[in-house]
């Protein structure tokens, strides 16, 4: 590029960020370096105190400028109750969609053939001692519908049965207002495998 290498840096790492290409990398750095007192600035300024307070919490693996986190820390939470998440943006999903009250426990990533991913590599040994030490009735597994989600969640409630919790899983959805017939297989076997009373 002809711009400078402080802008070629500013645009190489931009570009690295989820959903922008090179392309909207230049936008954004062009947005940015024209707007220098509104955006530039204030920007720089909120990287450098989130790169400074943000860490994982050490008990649930949330990301927050305290340690243990907001979540954790918060009395009003059912502390019975542990949702794992596949990531801290699949807690937040369900944060904001409010339909827990419990606790959490990131478990950074699943198992993964390919990636090379294997128990080790997750928090599955942190998620068993928060469960051993007591307290705790119920492990809600969050994991995704995928072979890989499902593979990590069976490990898991293995683990996790000599311990005496109960643990459940999302029923994957028939979605609202989903005809069966237009469900693929997979969807379906596991709406009927997760059937509840009705
Ligand atoms: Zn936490």
Redesign the pocket.
């Known amino acids: 590029m002809f711009v400078g290498p402080e802008l070629d840096r500013l645009i190489a790492l931009l570009a690295k960020l989820p959903g922008l290409g090179p392309r909207s990398a230049r936008r954004a750095a062009l947005a940015l370096i024209q707007k220098r007192e509104a955006l530039l600035q204030p920007l720089a300024a909120a990287l450098e105190a989130a790169a400074a307070a943000i860490r994982p919490?050490?008990?649930?693996?949330?990301l927050?400028s305290t340690?243990?986190?907001?979540?954790?820390?918060d009395d009003r939470r059912d502390r019975s109750v542990i949702c794992v998440v596949e990531s801290v943006g699949d807690l937040w999903a369900l944060e904001r969609a409010g339909a827990h009250r419990g606790?959490?426990h990131v478990l950074g990533g699943t198992l993964s053939a390919i990636g090379g991913r294997g128990p080790e590599d997750l928090t599955i040994q942190q998620l068993l001692r928060r469960v051993a030490g007591g307290g705790v009735s119920e492990v809600i597994l969050a994991l995704g519908a995928t072979v890989d989600g499902q593979a990590t969640a069976h490990l898991v409630a293995d683990r996790l049965r000599p311990l005496g919790v109960a643990v459940t899983r999302l029923a994957h959805g028939v979605p609202v207002g989903g005809e069966l017939g237009y469900l693929d297989d997979g969807t379906l076997a596991a709406a009927l495998k997760a059937r509840r009373p009705a």
């Open positions: 919490c050490s008990v649930c693996g949330n927050d340690d243990p986190c907001g979540t954790c820390a606790l959490y």
